[in-house]
């Protein structure tokens, strides 16, 4: 695989896992505040050039998270997007914190309810960004 030049980076579908962290790495990059980003893919996976901060956010996700899902789902619609990359950035160490799996399972969760299709949820930290698979945030295991 070639990597694409600059003037073909917007428009090389992100149909891999590493493309979309490549892409989040250097569109978000390290973390410098605590914020939510939104990224938004058209049904042949390409990026749409609309991207949305969430700056200050709750420490731990609160009602407001069906408010952003309403907001998130309004631009899908306006923008015809297919799906949504979900970026948590926090000013902290790579160690996925009991915070990112809240914040990853609200938003998850409300915007399913809300018909939003996340195509991935990544974490960007001090030193990078690192993909937050699904089995690292999910729904805990009923205690039995």
Not at 7 to 22: F, H, N, V
Not at 129 to 142: C, K, L, M, N, T
Request: charged fraction near 25%.
């Amino acid at each position: 695989m070639t990597i694409p030049d600059y003037e073909e980076t917007p428009t090389q579908p992100l149909t891999t896992d590493a493309l979309i962290e490549r892409r989040v790495a250097s569109l978000v990059g390290r973390a410098v505040r605590r914020q939510l980003w939104f990224l938004f893919l058209d049904q042949d996976q390409v990026q749409l050039p609309l991207v949305m901060p969430f700056s200050d956010p709750p420490l731990k996700p609160d009602a407001s998270v069906s408010t952003l899902a309403s907001v998130i789902g309004l631009a899908v619609e306006s923008e015809n997007a297919s799906s949504v990359i979900v970026v948590i950035e926090r000013y902290a160490d790579s160690v996925f914190t009991e915070a990112d799996k809240e914040w990853a399972r609200a938003i998850v969760g409300a915007f399913e309810e809300r018909g939003v299709v996340v195509r991935s949820v990544l974490v960007s930290h001090r030193r990078g960004v690192r993909w937050f698979a699904q089995d690292d945030y999910g729904v805990p295991a009923a205690m039995g």
